[in-house]
Structures are given as C-alpha cells and as structure tokens.
Nanobody, 127 residues
C-alpha cells in the first residue's frame, strides 16, 4: 500500500510561484508513475501534470503548459510540481496520485488510471 502526503500549498498573489511536493512511502517508488490533479469548488477533479515511472515522459494540461513543471526524485521518493505565473483560476485543492508501472514514455492522464491518492493541499491565488 502506497501512502502519499502533499505539502507546499498556500496563498500567493497572481503571477507568483509555489512548489508542491508529494512524499511517497510503502512502495517501490521508482516503479510508479506519478501525477498531479486538482479540484476547485463545485468542479470536477481535473488532470494537471504527470510523469512516467522512468521519469522520462511528462504530460501537462493545456491550461498549465509552459507554467508548471513536474519532476520526480527516485532517491528521495518525492514528486514535485513547480508552479510559476500563477493565475486565480489555478486556485484549487491539488492532489498527488500514483500508479504502478505504465509506459516508459507516455504518462497516464486520467484519474481512473491512478490507484493511490494523497489528501490534497490547498492552493489559493489572489488577484
């Protein structure tokens, strides 16, 4: 059983930056593809970014492409999401997710493909 704990959320002004981290335990981290999803009040959970178990392949939602960067540190069992040029519409609870195996190059982008989830961390971007 994999446990995921997110951190790094907070309140930031539009145009600012935040880095979210997700610490994983209970599994062989370098065999898991990882992703970030987010959910704003009254909206469905949506895909943000993903990275393959190999760390080679990444994928981003169009709304964050060029502003967010996902990275994976297998030595530290962590996945991070660097968020730059934040906008008020980025306000949401951000969730880390993990799924074993998968493609070497192409990360999964659907929430149903991920088996393990963290509790979430709140990101609020003020205008």
């Amino acid at each position: 059983q994999v446990q995921l704990v997110e951190s790094g959320g907070g309140l930031v002004q539009a145009g600012g930056s935040l880095t979210l981290s997700c610490a994983a335990s209970g599994g062989t981290f370098n065999t898991y593809g990882m992703a970030w999803f987010r959910q704003a009040p009254g909206k469905e959970r949506e895909f943000v970014a993903a990275i393959t178990w190999s760390g080679v392949g990444t994928n981003y939602a169009d709304s964050v492409k060029g502003r967010f960067t996902i990275s994976k540190d297998n030595a530290k069992n962590t996945v991070s999401l660097q968020m730059n040029s934040l906008k008020p519409e980025d306000t949401a609870t951000y969730y880390c997710a993990a799924a074993k195996g998968g493609s070497y190059y192409n990360p999964r982008a659907s929430n149903w493909e991920y088996d393990y989830w963290g509790q979430g961390t709140q990101v609020t971007v003020s205008s």
